[in-house]
């Protein structure tokens, strides 16, 4: 779990705190002092940490900012009534002094820089992994897809649920469906504040899942009837040529698919006769 820790000694300020951070698709965990909320974090990673204080020997322990610090990429802000009351601090680049209270525009500027660092990015999936692994896990994120090396799309999803889906050809549960087909692969990024817009996919990952695997096999069927036809034509056509050695090796891929097809079973026929065909091949 993936959380923002939130203490302050009043509740209103911590209320006021949480609902103006929640929009960053992370666990919100507030508590009276710091030590309260790493202790209900329990183990969980830690992206952000706001502290308030309003007596300034109310200061959280050295030993919780370095332990919320430690990882070299989480942030953290102390709030303070009078923040040049406070002793020398010097706990390096990605710690913060600011008045209490703290304006929301301020932590969702320091949030943004730090969730972005602290986030690794994700190894290249199929759609359906990362569809899965994200509502699973109850993540927030947009799923960038590519093909060929190119974008193609991307998807929403919203604390773990499918939110908006969008391609070249136009956007929604289609959009998505066209998105996860073989060959398309994916990639993670943050899905940071309000910027998914409108919902307009309202399946759940299990219901777009099956339908994704029911187009798939679909479309497993239909190829090898276009191989098929590709085949006899370019037999046919190498008939015309009179290349009949490679008819006789098109005709006997094309019987592979359809052993009952008439013209390929015609074809081969008179080409065994001809002895272009061993008699024991066809």
């Known amino acids: 779990m993936n959380a923002i820790l939130v203490a302050d000694p009043e509740s209103s300020e911590r209320a006021r705190l949480g609902s103006g951070l929640s929009s960053f698709g992370r666990t919100i965990i507030v508590a009276p002092t710091l030590e309260d909320a790493l202790a209900s974090a329990d183990g969980s990673t830690v992206s952000f940490a706001v502290v308030g204080i309003i007596d300034p020997g109310a200061l959280p322990a ?9 990882g070299g990429q989480t942030g953290f802000l102390l709030a303070a009534a009078d923040p040049t009351s ?10 913060y002094l600011d008045r209490r209270p703290v304006s ?6 320091l949030l943004r820089r730090h969730v972005r660092s602290s986030i690794t990015r994700m190894p290249m999936l199929t759609m359906a992994d990362l569809v899965q692994m994200a509502c699973l896990g109850g993540h927030s994120l947009t799923i960038v897809c590519s093909k060929e090396k190119q974008d193609i799309g991307s998807v929403d999803i919203i604390q773990g649920e499918l939110w908006t889906a969008r391609d ?6 289609d959009a998505l469906q ?11 990024k943050p899905l940071l504040g309000s910027t998914a817009g409108p919902r307009t996919v309202f399946q759940t990952w299990q219901e777009a899942l099956l339908e994704a695997a029911r187009q798939t096999d679909e ?5 090898p009837e276009d191989e098929l036809q590709t085949l006899i034509s370019q037999a046919s056509k190498a008939l015309l040529e009179r290349d009949h050695k490679k008819a006789g090796e098109l005709f006997q891929r ?4 359809d052993p009952r ?4 079973r015609v074809n081969l026929q008179r080409l065994r006769a001809l002895g272009y065909i061993p008699l024991e091949d066809e």
């Open 178 to 188: 066209r998105l996860m087909l073989p060959g398309v692969v994916a990639r993670g």
């Open 168 to 173: 070249e050809q136009g956007e929604g549960p």
């Open 219 to 223: 479309r497993s069927r239909i190829a």
């Open 261 to 264: 097809n008439t013209v390929i």
């Open 86 to 95: 406070l002793p020398e601090l010097t706990l390096g680049s990605s710690f």
């Open 254 to 257: 094309a019987a592979r698919l």
């Open 104 to 109: 929301i525009s301020r932590l969702q500027v």
């Open 62 to 70: 050295s030993e919780s900012i370095e332990r919320v610090l430690r």
